[in-house]
């Protein structure tokens, strides 16, 4: 095909901007875990790293020119609003901050429940639409939601939290189809277990305020912390295995929807 120069100007200028705003990754909850190794993997590629996380740490990562750290919580619009507009151009979102539970149902309070999803759910949505307006505009972006395994075999005491991020899968399986259209791509990256992060401890700090387990569920308590020691370190989920994925689905076109991250979730996805 012969372009006229104007038109190859505009179709070279446009190339530019796009590979500018595509090598610019914004991740939720980079101040511990898995944000902060997908942080640190993005800036060591070369790309652009807009690290945030709810109270900003200067030094948590690598003083660079490409790394810009931000205030946001993903449950305030407004927090959302301030940090996308000190972001400037997002080609790429990872929806990465989430928090943790694990108890039976009636060891779950409302609130509880409410947080789960007001973060893990509601938060991946609000991100979701406050990015969307850019990308598709632009016609390029890509969306990584971080779920979890937990949705691919159901356990006991994770029904309100496998509740959460089951309803990120179905929300980006969904959002996938209609943003096809903009070339926008949506991808889910499933973690396995992964008991180095933060996650465990703020979830148990959680827990002893609520008052710990229903007495009537210790057995079934008991069988999970049991089936957990059994479980081999080289069978969990490393930091690294996460960043490597989400690093998948930012790079690859033709990577899967659904990516799983770590030995475990790679067995149950198989
Ligand atoms: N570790 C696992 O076993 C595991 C397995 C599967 C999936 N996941 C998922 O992986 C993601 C990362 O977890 P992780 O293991 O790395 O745990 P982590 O070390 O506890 O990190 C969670 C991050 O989310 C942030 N966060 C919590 N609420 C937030 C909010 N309202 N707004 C913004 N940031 C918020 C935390 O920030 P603060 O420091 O401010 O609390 C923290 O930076 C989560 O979505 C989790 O559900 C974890």
Known sequence: MIYSIDTAVYIYGRQLRQEKHMKTVLITGCSSGFGLEIASFFLAQGWKVVATMRTPHQDLLPPSQNLKILALDVTSPESIHAALDAAGPVGVLVNNAGIGWLNAVEGTSMETARDLFE????????????????????????????????????????????????????????????????????????????????????????????????????????????????????????????????????????????????????????
């Open 119 to 270: 973060t893990n759910t509601l938060g991946t949505i609000a991100m979701t639409q406050a990015v969307l307006p850019q990308m598709r505009e632009r016609q390029e972006g890509v969306i990584v939601n971080v779920t979890s395994s937990v949705t691919l075999k159901p356990l006991p005491l994770l029904s309100v939290y496998t509740a959460s991020k089951a309803a990120v899968n179905a929300f980006t399986e969904s959002a996938a189809l209609e943003l096809e259209a903009f070339n926008v791509r949506v991808r889910i990256v499933l973690p396995g277990r992964a008991p180095q992060t933060r996650f465990g401890d703020t979830a148990r700090s959680r827990l002893q305020k609520q008052g710990g387990f229903p007495e009537a569920y210790s057995s079934v308590v008991a069988g999970v912390f049991a089936s957990w020691e059994k479980q081999s370190e080289s069978a969990l989920t490393q930091p690294g295995d996460v960043a490597e994925a989400v690093w998948r689905a930012a790079t690859d076109p033709s990577s899967p929807l659904r990516i799983p991250a770590g030995a475990d979730a790679e067995a149950l996805a198989s």
